[in-house]
């Protein structure tokens, strides 16, 4: 079984750009969650997919948007790139509510370099 | 809104030996659960253990244990027979049950010695 799948693995952008990042979920994974990972930090809760919808967001401005698809495939925008920007982008997916021993499953990541 | 804290920024320990990694979460909700996950140089995050908060007995995965205390918020974890590859970064997470909330604390960089 496939894994949570991210693309592209790097991306360098140039200030003001705007910079696109696609995941797939596992097979047959509804919620998908997005994270920031700066260079030596903990990772930032960005914003959280489910069924369609946008059901959480992150202290993020709103030039950090995304979408998921009718597939549960999802894809984060930065808009305006700005240098501090640069991070490791980390997708995860979960399917249903976790009582039945669920948890968010992590991609590679998309690293990001905002020149 | 919940936070996770973690208060040890690195630790290290001597290869065989057992370390505790500390974890402190706040939240006003009774339903929850607690995860330790590591992160690896290679910046893949990897599930090391899951506990419910409903369930009183301490989760246990291997080499990898938690001490749950519900009433101080305190999830910390113990690695015993410490070996080279768990060096890594390791992070404390809390989710309601719902998900929305699915939040990490700042981690420990934990250091296996030969």
């Known amino acids: 079984e496939a894994g949570v799948t991210q693309s592209p693995t790097h991306l360098i952008k140039t200030r003001g750009q705007q910079a696109t990042l696609r995941c797939s979920p596992i097979?047959?994974?509804?919620?998908v969650y997005w994270y920031q990972q700066a260079l030596g930090l903990g990772l930032q809760f960005l914003l959280w997919?489910?069924?369609?919808?946008?059901?959480n967001r992150g202290n993020f401005p709103p030039r950090f948007s995304g979408r998921q698809f009718p597939n549960y495939s999802s894809e984060l925008n930065v808009n305006a790139l700005e240098l501090e920007d640069s991070a490791l982008y980390l997708c995860?997916?979960?399917?249903?509510?976790?009582?039945?021993?669920?948890?968010?499953?992590f991609g590679e990541g998309s690293w990001l370099t905002v020149v | 809104a919940q936070t996770v804290t973690q208060s040890q920024p690195e630790m290290s320990v001597q290869e065989a030996e057992t370390v505790t990694l500390s974890c402190t979460y706040d939240?006003?909700?009774?339903?929850?659960?607690l995860f330790w996950y590591k992160q690896p140089p290679s910046r893949q995050m990897i599930l090391v253990i899951r506990?419910?908060?409903?369930?009183?007995q301490n989760a246990t995965e291997n080499r990898f244990s938690v001490n749950f205390q519900k009433a101080a918020k305190s999830f910390s974890l113990k690695i015993s027979d410490s070996q080279l590859g768990d060096t890594a970064m390791y992070f404390c997470?809390?989710?309601?049950?719902?998900?929305?909330?699915?939040?990490f604390g700042p981690g420990t960089r934990l250091s296996v010695l030969p």
């Open positions: 995860a997916s979960s399917s249903g509510t976790f009582s039945s021993g669920n948890t968010i499953y």
């Open positions: 097979s047959g994974h509804t919620s």
């Open positions: 997919y489910d069924e369609g919808e946008e059901r």
């Open positions: 939240t006003s909700e009774n339903n929850y659960y």
């Open positions: 506990q419910e908060a409903y369930k009183q």
């Open positions: 997470a809390f989710a309601d049950n719902y998900g929305q909330n699915f939040v």
